[in-house]
């Protein structure tokens, strides 16, 4: 996350993805492989540091992992048997090299190495305060304020210092972190980030593996031991694997949208297949919003399994109406509303002979400016569709993301300015409907959302924010009465 902009700012949020291997001959190359499967969390730049027993290796690159890490030249150098991996998205402007991850500090101790998947809600205030007191940013990153607040720490051991560091920290962080007596991987107290550990070989003397889903590990051929727990420190060193719990204990808030859109679907996440939760939303999505049509069309990818869920669940057919070109990165990754306009047409078509004369419904995960819908709805009609419904297998998203999801400020969010038959107008669509935040809920194994105690951090849907939100001015903070009105409106 960059920190010199006010919070707000688009240029703020940021996706990511981290690896980290202890105790592998090749270490560096399985975290290029661990990277490249966690390559849909951040196409815009990937990094690894490497530590061989005596130094640092590293090497950063803008843009995918494929073409920067597979030359045997580069691998060579990031010498060692521990390594750490980490793949970034930032919206336009802060590409710049020095802050691709993992970023590197020499401390009193020696080495210090940190990829970190998040954002830091405070980092404004924090930053201003290192700076005011000596510290020198070499980057714009809300994770190198946690390097500074570790080296101006007056705590004396290094794994003290880190967890001093954190006590500081708002927001959400899944870090992984290389030193020279091991790795230690952590998770906010809230556990808002996903992060598990994986191993290869025997629970004795094998590798250790952490990552931010379950794919990464299955490319690396690593079995799923757990999730890292939320407040928890793990650490790896001297052969042995060592849990910390330093926070006050409390009820947890994963990131709700991992299973809506951001993880892959054959990722399991806090214990939830992402393509059987995906589904079930889908299952819900066509109870609660049935509508008479001929096929179920998904928008793919990111509504393939929630289409299968509104097809089986209600009887209708399941057919691939749009077909999707997989030379074309993400549409939302490319910077710039013209080149994201020109990205939906290079990324989706219809498949003309399927749905001529014919009535559809269109399954996505969200909409988010409404781009993609507006696209695709009048690429269905141009393909002489009779009839376009949408239905969207998440709630409205109307707040942004300060906790590591790209969401954009609320101006240019669709379901933050307009009502929802304001948005079906927009999209141009016959109908227009949303899955239910209980729906949501109830996909994902609960009864209900619980007002008092949400399960899940669903603040893109509610505004509910688990933190505070330091960083933001007064002036931005989400108003709590806006925000209750809104929800029992919606
Ligand atoms: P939009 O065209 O702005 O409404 O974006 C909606 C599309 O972007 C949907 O098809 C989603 O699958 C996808 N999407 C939603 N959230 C994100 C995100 N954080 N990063 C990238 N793509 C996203």
Redesign the pocket.
Known sequence: MITTHPFNDDKLRE?CGVFGVAGAIDAAAMVALGLHALQHRGQEAAGISSFDGTTFHDHKALGLVAGNFDSEEIMRLLKGEWAIGHVR?ATTGETALRNVQPLYAELASGGFAIAHNGNISNAVKLRHDLVRSGSIFQSTSDTETIIHLVATSRYRTLLDKFIDALKQVEGAYSLICLTEMGMIACRDPLGIRPLVMGRIGPEDGGTVIFASETVALDIVGAEFVRSVEPGELVVVSGGEIRSHRPFQQKASRPCI?EHV??SRPDSIVDGSSVYTVRKAIGGQLAIESPVDVDLVIP?PD??TPAAIGYAQQSGLPFELGIIRSHYVG????QPGDGV?HLG?KLKHNANRPLVTGKKLVLI????????????IVQMMRDAGAAEVHMRIASPP?MHS?FYG???PERSKL?AAQKSIEEMRQFIQADSLAFVSINGLYRALGEASREEEAPRYCDACFTGDYPTPLTDLSEREQPNQLMLLAERVGG
């Open positions: 996706e998205y949208f859109y951001f928008v990111s509504g993400r549409t939302f990754i994201r939906v996505d995960d969200s909409i988010v400016r409404g781009t993609t819908s507006l696209k998203t993301c999801v790209n969401t669709l």
